[in-house]
């Protein structure tokens, strides 16, 4: 019987529609415990490649026939062979195209919104890897915020839908993934902007972008304003975007806040964390939809795949943003953290411009899912 192929987009259909599947992952029980492709309506089992070797008559009767099963695998290999044995045994399965590496790769383009005088707003998600990458379109021009590594997938849409990139930011210096704006700057001509404090010890040339900046796309006037949010990075910048987005970068998500610590800076930066939080995002409109700059867990997708929701909807339900006592707010975000991202002072280091890994180090840098949040 044929192997059937399944890509990653294919599942990220699957994920966004709450769709049935059944994995199989063939990756050592560790790997599988830390990072796995994650959907409401998802089935697992995790057996080693290397105790399927023989033969899987062993697992036959723990692979449903009712619903579609995926073999996935880190790098593809093998899962082609043991969905191949599973074949060859009588049931119809599929394997991961390019295993938990294009998974980690993929992302999915959605319109999060119109602006007000025309143009539009789309966010990027990579779904296996919980980043969101945004693109502001007007008139024929186009802003870049939180680009990944992934560059060719932002200047393919960006020419698919007619327009060219001509401002690239990040909102701060990233530690969990390595960017991709200034790769999208130097391919487009458009200018890179880098929150200044954030920038100190950056190799390359790049536009200070700071509280109270405007910068302008297209012709119809969309005014993305600069709003300093210092406590994830010192220099962390928020951008509110035609008075209707508010894109926090990985100052606050939707179902937790960001965590000050991957500086080594945790006991200096909470107070400036809580001032974002408490006081500064407090003085903004609550009508403004957040758009962070990753997801945490699968439930923070909306119907449509998504990650957005109001600011007043946050300030009701998002526990980070309620406690009143400042000591338990210092322990929860100083206390309360989660293992460090992957590699994180080589991807800082990275996007700082000191170091020039190649493509196959970045996937490894990589590998995992982000860890910017607070538990």
């Known amino acids: 019987m044929a192997v059937n192929v399944m890509t990653s987009k294919e599942v990220t259909e699957k994920v966004i529609n709450k769709e049935e599947l059944f994995i199989l992952d063939v ?18 089992l995790n057996v080693p490649y290397f105790e399927l070797l023989d033969g899987v008559e062993e697992i036959i009767e723990k692979i449903p026939t009712d619903k579609e099963v995926l073999v996935v695998c880190a790098k593809e290999g093998s899962s082609v062979m043991v969905a191949e044995m599973l074949s060859e045994a009588g049931l119809t399965v599929a394997y991961l195209k390019g295993g938990m590496k294009a998974w980690s790769e993929h992302l999915e383009p959605v319109k999060v919104g119109d602006l007000n005088n025309g143009g539009e707003i789309y966010q990027f998600v990579r779904i296996g890897k919980g980043c969101l990458s945004y693109m502001v379109v007007s008139n024929g021009e186009a802003a870049l915020i939180d680009a990944t590594r992934m560059t060719d997938i932002y200047l393919d849409f960006a020419e698919s839908i007619g327009t060219k990139i001509t401002h690239v930011f990040d909102t701060h210096l990233h530690a969990d993934h390595i960017s991709g704006g ?58 509110v975007v035609d008075e209707k987005f508010l894109l926090s970068g990985d100052i606050l998500f939707i179902d937790s806040i960001g965590r000050p610590d991957l500086a080594g800076m945790a006991e200096d930066w909470v107070a400036d964390l809580r001032e974002t939080l408490y006081k500064r995002y407090k003085e903004l409109s609550e009508e403004l939809t957040v758009l962070p700059a990753h997801f945490m867990i699968i439930d923070e997708l909306n119907d449509d795949g998504s990650v957005a929701e109001k600011l007043g909807t946050l300030f009701a339900k998002n526990h980070g943003l309620n406690i009143e006592d400042e000591d338990d707010f210092r322990k929860m975000v100083t206390e309360n953290l989660p293992p460090q991202p992957n590699a994180y002072q080589e991807i800082r280091q990275t996007n700082m411009g000191k170091i020039n890994p190649d493509i196959d180090q970045q996937r490894e840098m990589e590998i995992g899912p982000n860890r910017c949040a607070v538990r």
């Open 27 to 44: 990756r050592n029980e560790s790997d599988f415990n830390d990072w796995k492709i994650e959907g409401e309506n998802f089935n697992y």
């Open 182 to 239: 200034r790769q999208i700057a130097e391919k487009t001509g458009a200018t890179y902007w880098l929150p200044p404090k954030d920038a100190t010890d950056v190799t390359f040339d790049y536009q200070p972008f700071e509280d109270g900046n405007d910068v302008k796309i297209g012709n119809t006037i969309i005014n993305i304003h600069a709003l300093y949010s210092p406590g994830h990075t010192i220099g962390s910048t928020s951008f």
